[in-house]
T-cell receptor, first 113, second 112 residues
Framework: DAGVTQSPTHLIKTRGQHVTLRCSPI?????VSWYQQVLGQGPQFIFQ???????GRGNFPDRFSARQFPNYSSELNVNALLLGDSALYLC????????????FGQGTRLTVV | GQQLNQSPQSMFIQEGEDVSMNCTSS?????WLWYKQDPGEGPVLLIA?????ELTSNGRLTAQFGITRKDSFLNISASIPSDVGIYFC????????????FGTGTRLQVTL
């Protein structure tokens, strides 16, 4: 079975631009969460989606948004990119909401210049 | 954002040695998870703990959910070179079903 897949793996954007990151969860998993990992730190929670609804949001500005599709895949969108948005963006999938055995993808490395 | 305190921050050990690391918080957690992350990769789940006092093993790895529910420990026995990486604890705070709070990480380096 395929694990969590994320695309693209690497991305370079200019300040002020918009970016869309994509995630496909493990087959059968209905919950997708997004995390931001800045170099040298642990991942920070951004969003959780379950059954296409937002179930949790971390301390991130409104420039960050996400959605989940009927096939449970998800997109993370970031508007008006700042240099500080440069990070590894991780997607995690779980079988159900509240079941915290979360399995992570390989991440998308975003560099903002 | 909030992060759990992990110690040690890094450790340099010889192959065959045992390793211990821990994770502490001032808050109570319902779940503790331990992950390993290699450079450029996403975290890989090693062990999940769901009850205070629970002791769980996965091969050479053993983890415990602290009795106070505010800490957790990970032990690696007879370390090998492929154990190199960054180990993160993560927990689900009471009342927050939707997110994991991660530790600051322990970087493990193993020499032959």
């Amino acid at each position: 079975d395929a694990g969590v897949t994320q695309s693209p793996t690497h991305l370079i954007k200019t300040r002020g631009q918009h970016v869309t990151l994509r995630c496909s969860p493990i087959s059968g998993h209905k919950s997708v969460s997004w995390y931001q990992q800045v170099l040298g730190q642990g991942p920070q929670f951004i969003f959780q989606y379950y059954e296409k609804e937002e179930r949790g949001r971390g301390n991130f500005p409104d420039r960050f948004s996400a959605r989940q599709f009927p096939n449970y895949s998800s997109e993370l969108n970031v508007n008006a990119l700042l240099l500080g948005d440069s990070a590894l963006y991780l997607c995690a999938s779980s079988l159900l909401q509240g079941i915290n055995e979360a399995f992570f993808g390989q991440g998308t490395r975003l560099t903002v210049v | 954002g909030q992060q759990l305190n992990q110690s040690p921050q890094s450790m340099f050990i010889q192959e065959g040695e045992d390793v211990s690391m821990n994770c502490t918080s001032s808050s109570i957690f319902n779940t503790w998870l331990w992950y390993k992350q290699d450079p450029g990769e996403g975290p890989v789940l090693l062990i999940a703990l769901y009850k205070a006092g629970e002791l769980t093993s996965n091969g050479r790895l053993t983890a415990q959910f602290g009795i106070t529910r505010k800490d957790s420990f990970l032990n690696i026995s007879a370390s090998i070179p492929s154990d190199v990486g960054i180990y993160f604890c993560a927990g689900q705070l009471v009342g927050t079903a939707s997110k994991l709070t991660f530790g600051t990480g322990t970087r493990l380096q193993v020499t032959l």
